[in-house]
């Protein structure tokens, strides 16, 4: 496997649909040395014709070549159902204006739709806050493509405070307007949820409600690991933020450093717990860590589903 690209390596002056082709195809490149040699990542133009199908398909070039019969593969043609459900939250935008949680998401999404479209999977695009803001049906025609990069550019140009998240009301208004079984994938923070038990119980019935309409469902937990998870700061007063409420918490950093980590932590255990008895994928997502293992785990899921 090559080295994973980390974000500030890769050029960001690039549109996001070049920035995604270039993690992809890197990504690619480096799959043949990697214990996942074998997986299928390119899309099949053709397929046996079998009897029934219609005779306008028949690739009469290829029939002439190999005389064997092949239909050729449309883009509505798919195989999954993909439904990409991102957090634009105050939250997300977290630690600053240059490179942030939601930029992560949004150019890892941006890459798992260019890898479905390779594929001929069809992909759709969710995005929430307190409430639903976006909701397209998953297709897999290029018109679609760009039209789901041109909302994902909206969001990268958009700067949001002081709102808050309520994923559980958005995930209960998606499993109602998604119809066909899909893979449901989750960028989120999910920030919103700690120590608060009455939400997380809330969280985890709109989770129940996307298992019980049959989706598969892999949750993204994108954090600055650095920074959230270690409170990896220097041994000085701050001034923090909430960047959904505004409210302002002076402290020193040492002073509150082991009674934050100890609250992170058990929430982060309780969060896993829950998620393995619901038999949920939650994968973390660290913002510095490059997009090869959110790739990795995307491919992971979709073999299991194959």
């Known amino acids: ?14 549109s996001l649909e070049l920035l995604a082709k270039q993690v992809v195809e890197g990504f690619i490149t480096g799959l043949h040395k990697s214990p996942f040699h074998g997986f299928s990542v390119e899309f099949a133009e053709h397929r046996l014709y079998n009897n029934g199908d219609s005779v306008k398909s028949i690739d009469w070039k290829l029939f002439a070549k190999t005389d064997k019969l092949f239909s050729k593969r449309y883009e509505e043609e798919t195989n999954l159902r993909c439904q990409f459900v991102i957090d634009i939250s105050s939250s997300m935008y977290f630690p600053n204006d240059k490179y942030n949680k939601l930029t992560f998401a949004v150019q890892s999404t941006a890459a798992l739709i260019y890898l479905l479209k390779r594929q001929r999977d069809a992909f759709g695009l969710s995005l929430f806050t307190d409430e639903l803001k976006l909701n397209t049906p998953a297709k897999s025609t290029s018109v679609h ?25 958005a995930l ?4 109602d307007l998604i119809h066909k079984r899909s893979l449901v994938v989750i960028f989120s923070d999910m920030l919103q949820t700690a ?67 100890s609250q992170m932590t058990a929430y982060r255990k309780n969060l ?11 994968v973390d997502a660290d913002m510095n860590a490059g997009f090869n293992h959110i790739l990795e785990a995307y491919l992971i899921k ?5």
């Open 1 to 14: 496997m090559q080295a994973s690209q980390k974000p500030e390596e890769i050029r960001f002056e690039s």
């Open 302 to 306: 979709r073999q299991k589903m194959s």
């Open 172 to 175: 209960h208004q998606i499993a």
């Open 195 to 261: 120590n608060n038990s009455d939400r997380l119980d809330k969280l985890f019935s709109a989770l129940q409600h996307l298992k019980f309409n049959k989706h598969e469902v892999v949750v993204f937990n994108v954090t600055d690991k650095t920074k959230e998870q270690e409170f990896d700061f220097e041994n000085r007063p701050y001034e923090f933020v909430d960047m959904e409420t505004g409210t302002v918490l002076k402290a020193h950093a040492s002073k509150v450093k082991n009674a934050y980590l």
């Open 272 to 282: 896993a717990l829950k998620c393995a008895q619901y038999k949920i994928d939650m």
């Open 145 to 169: 493509q760009k039209f789901l990069f041109a909302k994902l550019e909206e969001v990268l140009a958009t700067s949001k405070l002081n709102v808050q998240t309520d994923l559980s009301v």
